[in-house]
């Protein structure tokens, strides 16, 4: 367990090093996250730090909300603040909650050019002839 700790803070640490002196517009932890998912999908490294990695996983995720505290506290600290800009703040969350799934729909879209279209057409006759064996309608 205390490997796959090393290893997720030396990815974060690792990618906080590399937006510094890079200067790409991207927030360190979101370059480590990359360079784990790269080290991995490495056929040689790949097996040797899965393991220890989803030992450490698993209970980080089974306690993610408690992440949301700060935040929480946050905005409890500054009340004020959203109840001033509570709309706008809103409408900038939901507008880029939606741009950000089209944009991923978009690149799913593009990076899997065998998936079948979404149109009515693309699928298929649509009648009693169709229905599954166990659909309650037949």
Known sequence: MLRGLAVLLLCQSAGEVLA???????????????????????????????????????????????????????????????????????AAVVLSTWIGMAVAALALRAGLPGLPGLSPAAAGPAGPDTASPTDPAR
Do not use: N
């Open 20 to 90: 510094r002196l890079t200067g790409l517009p991207l927030p360190g932890p979101v370059l480590g996250l990359l360079l784990l998912w790269g080290a991995l999908s490495l056929p040689m490294l790949g097996p040797w730090l899965r393991t220890p990695v989803a030992a450490v996983a698993e209970p980080l995720l089974s306690h993610l909300s408690l992440l949301f505290v700060p935040v929480g506290v946050g905005v409890v600290a500054h009340l004020g603040l959203v109840g001033e800009f509570g709309g706008r703040m809103l």
